[in-house]
């Protein structure tokens, strides 16, 4: 069965200092990968997708991922984060000609001035 | 564009009521997701349909739970009767054609609490 893993429930981290939200997914065929953002009280919004082709994707707000097929991750990061940046980040694979999209559990980031 | 319209936004209800949730995808979207998020399960895919018909609702926790598509511009998720259980913020998305590699546009949520 497909699975995706994100390796950290929470993640705390200072303003201005880099971070990285791990992503492992579990499919031994192809995939689209996503990074998906919530607010607080909101729902989801996309920050950037892997369908194929080069394996660095850059988002919004600045992060960036890189598909890595051989260890099967999918790692989310940011250079510099901003306080705006504090919510919880979802991780979603697809397998291609599936019907099905799997979620991973979520990471939340939380910013320190 | 107004995005996707979810309504309401919150609803307590008592065990045993029914409960509808109703959806608007963006107009011109071809696909609509309905998602239950709880902490326990996380966000998990009930059911989505594809120009109005229903490709997999293999999600649908149990018979109680229903959905429909009338129309390209409004879904509805039905709970009959619901349960403690069904306690979940439940979302309503929209993308242009189905899953794959299409962007999925979210709603703000419903917010179920069963007493």
């Known amino acids: 069965a497909q699975s995706v893993t994100q390796l950290d429930s929470q993640v705390p981290v200072f303003e201005e200092a880099p971070v990285e939200l791990r992503c492992n997914y579990s499919?031994?065929?192809?995939?689209?990968l996503f990074w998906y953002v919530q607010y607080p009280n909101q729902g989801l919004q996309l920050l950037l997708k892997?369908?194929?082709?080069?394996?660095l994707v850059k988002g919004i707000n600045g992060f960036e991922a890189e598909f890595n097929k051989s260890q099967t991750s999918f790692h989310l990061r940011k250079p510099s984060v901003h306080i705006s940046d504090t919510a919880e980040y979802f991780c979603?694979?697809?397998?291609?000609?599936?019907?099905?999209?799997?979620f991973g559990s979520g990471t939340r980031l939380s910013i320190r001035p | 564009d107004a995005g996707v319209i979810q309504s309401p936004r919150h609803e307590v209800t008592e065990m045993g009521q029914e409960v509808t949730l109703r959806c608007k995808p963006i107009?011109?979207?071809?696909?609509l997701f309905w998602y239950r998020q709880t902490m326990m399960r996380g966000l998990e895919l009930l059911i989505y349909?594809?120009?109005?018909?229903?490709?997999?609702d293999s999600g649908m926790p149990e018979d109680r739970f229903s959905a429909k598509m009338p129309n390209a511009s409004f879904s509805t998720l039905k709970i009959q009767p619901s349960e403690p259980r069904d306690s979940a913020v439940y979302f309503c998305?929209?993308?242009?054609?189905?899953?794959?590699?299409?962007?999925?546009?979210f709603g703000p949520g419903t917010r179920l609490l069963v007493l």
């Open positions: 998305a929209s993308s242009t054609r189905g899953l794959g590699g299409e962007t999925q546009y």
């Open positions: 499919s031994s065929v192809s995939v689209y």
């Open positions: 892997y369908l194929s082709g080069s394996t």
């Open positions: 979603a694979q697809v397998r291609r000609s599936a019907s099905k999209i799997i």
């Open positions: 107009s011109g979207h071809n696909s």
């Open positions: 349909f594809n120009n109005n018909v229903p490709i997999d």
